[in-house]
């Protein structure tokens, strides 16, 4: 319960403060819209004695942040993403073949902080991190193949995860107040506990997930 209040706070603050920061003054504020594709790297799961390896096809993305310039080379913002992974294959979980179906949904709430790398150019390279709670979403099914003698399984569960990212990129301004912002993100989180459906074994142990992407926005500052 005191990891889910914490959880909570941080989430809150994701928005209240670069929100509190603008009323101050306009003239540094920016919003940024951001779509991503990446890669998320096998996730070892576990339900009871049974541990599997799921692989899983590219993800995609999508993010929305608002933020302030703090200082000449300081960036701070409040982020929402979201990222979503199809699996792609399971090896190990019941030693017959089945058709595996389901994905990983990421709901993310961060707080990043940028550090700008001004130049008399009209490009600016940064480079930054953030962390904040995400919420996870685990959705998998196992259908066997005719012939194999083991019923269907499926198991699909949210739950809450610590988050955390480290970016770089570039920002080219090709027109005042307008940037086209690229970047690569490395996006983790902690391990996670999901419940099954209609199974005997409830619990399900997923490792820490790590997601490299690329990233690529429209930044509009006011």
């Not at 982020?79 to 389901?102: I, L, N, P, R, W």
């Not at 790398?117 to 066997?144: K, L, M, Q, W």
Request: with cysteine; proline share 4%.
């Amino acid at each position: 319960m005191a990891i889910k209040k914490i959880l909570l706070l941080v989430l809150i603050s994701c928005f209240l403060f670069p929100l509190a920061a603008m009323a101050e003054d306009d003239s540094l504020n920016y919003v940024t819209l951001r779509g991503s594709v990446g890669h998320l790297s096998d996730l070892d799961r576990t339900a009871g004695t049974r541990t599997s390896k799921i692989e899983y096809n590219p993800s995609f993305g999508f993010g929305l942040a608002l933020g302030r310039e703090m200082l000449p080379w300081l960036r701070l913002e409040g982020e929402f993403s979201y990222m979503k992974a199809d699996v792609d294959e399971v090896v190990g979980h019941f030693g017959q073949d089945t058709v595996e179906t389901g994905d990983e949904q990421f709901y993310a709430f961060m707080i990043n902080a940028l550090f700008d790398y001004r130049n008399t150019t009209s490009v600016t390279p940064y480079a930054g991190g953030g962390i904040g709670p995400v919420y996870a979403h685990h959705e998998i099914g196992f259908d066997p193949i005719l012939g194999d003698a083991i019923p269907g399984v499926s198991s699909s569960d949210g739950a809450w995860a610590f988050g955390y990212q480290l970016m770089a990129g570039a920002a080219w301004e090709f027109m005042p107040g307008v940037s086209l912002d690229l970047m690569y993100r490395f996006f983790g989180t902690s391990s996670r506990d999901h419940e099954q459906d209609n199974v005997a074994i409830k619990d399900v142990d997923l490792d820490a997930a790590r997601i490299h992407m690329g990233v690529a926005g429209i930044r509009w500052a006011f």
